[in-house]
């Protein structure tokens, strides 16, 4: 496999969300919060890069709480190695912040945009653009729900209406891609990639639904995003690989350079 280069592992492990259509952003010296309204599950919504003194870290966690609260919104605490006090761990399960039950821990991975993944042929594959109409962005979010075991977020008026506005703004973003996996007609997976050039590309979401797995699917959509990652000439991607999907990245020539830990706070939605 290519070499990755010093300044992708960099951009892999420090790499900050930035404000776009339909993501806040809020930066301050001890943390920084990012929201997404209509998207309102934990993770697309989170605080994240925690840098507080251990005196500090109650305060940290009500005064992130109470600018959340409002909103109504699940909240992910994700953690890094650079993260503090370093027992911020114990101090969020104080306050009933514990592990996410999807995972507590991914490892950021990262692989060059040079590298060559061999996809064996899929039966009635086929990769399209889940952003170009509605009802392909409703597939793919319902393939994600079901991979990842997540509860559906529902078609009634108003969340049919908040997903449209998310698939909008993807689209006005111009960065973004969310590409839908279909077999024989039928939604198999999907996986997203935004792309930050020349840097890099942070891939993720990338799922396979139980019953099309082990056909190469899912590889199948990790080659499609590093050859738009390449076509953008970017140095790489970047990848959080989880306990599913981490074996499969390292066969496919992604190196671990890092890693995040997540825990999962409801109070802030009630």
């Not at 280069?5 to 952003?25: D, K, T, W, Y």
């Not at 989170?46 to 005064?63: G, L, P, Q």
């Not at 960065?175 to 839908?180: A, G, K, N, P």
Request: net charge neutral; glycine share 8%.
């Amino acid at each position: 496999m290519p070499a990755v280069s010093q300044a992708l592992v960099e951009f892999a492990n420090h790499h900050r969300q930035r404000a776009e259509p339909g993501i806040e952003v809020i930066v301050t010296p001890r943390y920084e919060i990012t929201l997404q309204p209509d998207f309102p599950i934990a993770g697309p919504n989170n605080v994240s890069w925690i840098r507080c003194r251990a005196d500090e870290a109650d305060d940290v966690i009500k005064e992130v709480r109470a600018i959340v609260a409002p909103r109504r919104l699940p909240l992910m605490w994700t953690l890094d190695p650079e993260s503090k006090p370093a027992d911020l761990a114990h101090r969020l399960h104080a306050h009933d912040i514990d592990p996410d039950r999807h995972g507590v821990e991914s490892k950021v991975m990262v692989l060059s945009s040079a590298a060559t993944i061999h996809v064996p042929r899929v039966a009635g594959l086929e990769i399209v653009d889940a952003l170009a109409d509605p009802e392909a962005f409703q597939q793919a979010d319902r393939a994600a729900a079901e991979a990842f075991r997540a509860e559906s977020l529902g078609d009634d008026g108003p969340r049919v209406a908040a997903r449209e506005h998310r698939r909008r703004n993807l689209l006005a973003a111009g960065h973004r891609h969310l590409l839908l996996a279909r077999v024989d007609g039928e939604p198999a997976g999907s996986g997203s990639l935004g792309l930050y050039p020349p840097d890099g590309a942070k891939m993720n979401g990338g799922s396979v639904r139980s019953k099309f797995r082990g056909r190469g699917v899912y590889r199948a959509l990790v080659a499609a995003r590093v050859e738009i990652a390449r076509r953008a000439g970017v140095a790489g991607l970047t990848v959080w690989g989880g306990d599913m999907s981490r074996p499969i990245l390292e066969r496919l020539g992604f190196e671990v350079v890092g890693w995040r830990r997540f825990y999962v706070d409801t109070i802030t939605a009630d």
